[in-house]
């Protein structure tokens, strides 16, 4: 059964940092793509980024390039995303995808964690 438990969301201020992470059991990690997806107040699903098993290919929304780091530690089996110079736009629910579809802002299909709430405000 696969389970993904997120941790790590909060309030931070604009400008400021936090780091994400994901623990994941019921299925092979390390030769698994895994993805986090968003949802701000009001919107649809956002794929923000996602990281090939070996770690070695990374995608990174435009949004977010050059802001957000995504990692994993296939030992540990858990993935991260670290996330620096936070945006007011980046309010949203965070969630940790193995294998997620996203159409049309919609979730259809893969297995999702349950969400950690991430606020960027003053």
């Known amino acids: 059964q696969v389970q993904l438990v997120e941790s790590g969301g909060g309030l931070v201020q604009p400008g400021g940092s936090l780091t994400l992470s994901c623990a994941a059991s019921?299925?092979?990690?390390?030769?698994?793509?895994m993805s986090w997806v968003r949802q701000a107040p009001g919107k649809g699903f956002e794929l923000v980024s996602n990281?090939?098993?070996?770690?070695?290919?990374?995608y990174y929304a435009n949004s977010v390039k050059g802001r957000f780091t995504i990692s994993r530690d296939n030992v540990k089996n858990t993935l991260y995303l670290q996330m620096t110079s936070l945006k007011p736009e980046d309010t949203a629910v965070y969630y940790c995808?193995?294998?997620?579809?996203?159409?049309?802002?919609?979730?259809?299909?893969?297995?999702w964690g349950q969400g950690t709430q991430v606020t960027v405000s003053t």
């Open positions: 995808a193995n294998d997620p579809t996203i159409v049309g802002g919609r979730k259809l299909g893969g297995s």
């Open positions: 019921g299925f092979t990690f390390s030769s698994t793509t």
């Open positions: 990281i090939y098993g070996g770690g070695s290919g990374t």
